[in-house]
């Protein structure tokens, strides 16, 4: 039982639904970082770009790794 909920709860770490972070650069700019879990596909880290910036957003850096994706965008 115990070994169940474990690799469920691994599994579902790594395909956890998107995250976003404001970051607020100097002069007012503001950036948002997006994190998804590895196991999400890009599309998962582009819809929540797409909330957050509705106007269109430009693309700073993507960055995927073992246990995650990150994505870095300034929204327009």
């Known amino acids: 039982m115990k070994k169940t ?3 469920l709860a691994v599994v579902m770490a790594l ?3 998107a995250t976003a972070q404001e970051i607020k650069r100097p002069g007012g700019i503001k950036e948002y970082i997006i ?3 590895a196991g999400t596909g890009w599309d998962i880290c ?3 770009a797409n909330e957050i ?3 269109g957003y430009e693309d700073i850096s993507k960055d995927g ?3 995650r994706k990150e994505f870095y965008i ?3």
């Open 5 to 7: 909920l474990l690799v």
């Open 15 to 17: 395909t956890g639904c």
């Open 35 to 37: 994190q998804c879990g």
């Open 46 to 48: 582009y819809s929540k």
């Open 53 to 55: 910036c509705p106007n």
């Open 65 to 67: 790794g073992f246990n």
């Open 74 to 76: 300034r929204c327009h």
